[in-house]
């Protein structure tokens, strides 16, 4: 079984930073993509940005040039720096892991708990 552990959330004002982690934890062979989700009131959940074991990066049009992925490999954490925040980025945000476990090297998908992150005008 994977555990997630999240940390870095908060309020913060508009214009401000966060940095989020997730640390995952557990019996695993390997992991391939790692990433971020949010769920704000009243949306679904949508990507905000992932990463692949190799490094390459995907971003929701609105992160863009605002919000930076990154992982160490090492340590099976990912990061997410949020720049520049905007009202519109209050949300939920939860980490996402695809990894390789298992006897029979089976792949799974793992959430973390979430962690809030509240922009204010």
């Known amino acids: 079984q994977v555990l997630l552990v999240e940390s870095g959330g908060g309020l913060v004002q508009a214009g401000g930073s966060l940095r989020l982690s997730c640390a995952a934890s557990g019996s695993i062979h390997s992991i391939n993509a790692m990433g971020w989700y949010r769920h704000a009131p009243g949306k679904q959940r949508e990507l905000v940005a992932d990463?692949?074991?190799?490094?390459?990066?995907t971003y929701a049009d609105s992160v863009k040039g605002r919000f930076t992925i990154s992982r160490d490999n090492a340590e099976n954490t990912v990061y997410l720096e949020m720049n520049s925040l905007k009202p519109e980025d209050t949300a939920i945000y939860y980490c996402n892991v695809d990894y390789v476990a298992g006897r029979y090297f089976l792949r799974f998908t793992a959430w973390g708990q979430g962690t809030q992150v509240t922009v204010s005008s």
């Open positions: 990463i692949t074991s190799n490094g390459s990066t």
